[in-house]
Nanobody
Framework: QVQLVESGGGLVQAGGSLRLSCAAS????????MGWFRQAPGKEREFVAA???????DYADSMKGRFTISRDNAESTVFLQMNTLKPEDTAVYYC?????????????????WGQGTQVTVSS
């Protein structure tokens, strides 16, 4: 089993920044990709960003240029730096991990999920 714990969420004004962290523990895979997803009230969960073990990244179009995903393999931690936040970024943000080194946008292909951290952007 793999446990994922997100942190760093909170309330921020539009235009502000937040940095989310997600620490993995337990029986993590030798090589794994990590992703961030979010779910706003009344909406489906959507892909935000993903990073491979080797550091290749992928972003949803609406996050490109504003969000940056990174990871520290030694600490089994993935980060999401969010800048120029907008009210429409308000959501619960989840991190997830999947076996292997292939980036993936489909949430059903991730193996483990965190509990989520709330991000609220006020206008």
């Amino acid at each position: 089993q793999v446990q994922l714990v997100e942190s760093g969420g909170g309330l921020v004004q539009a235009g502000g920044s937040l940095r989310l962290s997600c620490a993995a523990s337990g029986r993590t895979f030798i090589v794994y990709a990590m992703g961030w997803f979010r779910q706003a009230p009344g909406k489906e969960r959507e892909f935000v960003a993903a990073i491979s073990w080797s550091g290749t990244t992928d972003y949803a179009d609406s996050m490109k240029g504003r969000f940056t995903i990174s990871r520290d393999n030694a600490e089994s931690t993935v980060f999401l730096q969010m800048n120029t936040l907008k009210p429409e970024d308000t959501a619960v943000y989840y991190c997830a991990v999947r076996r292997g080194d292939i980036l993936e946008r489909r949430d059903r292909l991730y193996d483990y999920w965190g509990q989520g951290t709330q991000v609220t952007v006020s206008s």
